[in-house]
């Protein structure tokens, strides 16, 4: 009976040692997204384990009349789905300015933000990465946007070393 515990004790570890996720320790790239304008943020990646990593951005948005500036921290946590597929969930936050030109009218400031994260990223034989996540982003702050949530759609591509 204590063999076959042990046994299958092992064999569970085995297994969950087979699946667990494995990604680079570092990345680094773009993530390009629509937040009320087209903008960029150049992004790197940093694993701390199998299971989760720390990601920061320096973006940037602008539209017609207003730009922004921003800088996000956030811990991700990753599970495979399978082969080089991920899928991701993370929280976290940061700061930002922005700046309102129209006419005669110009007005600027700064802000805090929290965010969320979710999304699937697919991981390929060589050093590249491409992911999909949805950040939905929720701000503090002295007129950044007329209300205070903001939603951010992006597509990732990463340079994994």
């Known amino acids: ?52 990593r720390l990601e920061v951005d320096l973006g940037w948005r602008n539209s017609k009349d207003w730009d922004a500036y921003k800088l996000t921290g956030l811990y991700q946590w990753v599970w495979n789905i399978e082969g080089g597929f991920n899928w991701f969930v993370g929280a976290g936050g940061g700061i930002g300015s922005w700046n309102y030109e129209k006419g005669p009218a110009n007005d600027s400031g700064t802000f805090l933000f929290a965010a969320g994260d979710i999304g699937i990223e697919y991981h390929f034989d060589f050093p590249l990465m491409l992911s999909l996540d949805f950040r939905p982003e929720i701000y503090f702050g002295d007129g950044y946007r007329n209300d205070s949530f903001g939603p951010d759609i992006a597509l990732g591509v990463r340079y994994k070393f």
């Open 1 to 52: 009976m204590k063999k076959v515990v042990l046994s299958t004790l092992f064999l569970v570890l085995c297994t969950i040692g087979a699946n667990a996720q494995t990604f680079s320790k570092n990345a680094i790239g773009l993530r390009l997204g629509d937040n009320d304008g087209f903008g960029g943020e150049i992004s790197y990646q940093r694993g701390f384990s199998d299971v989760n």
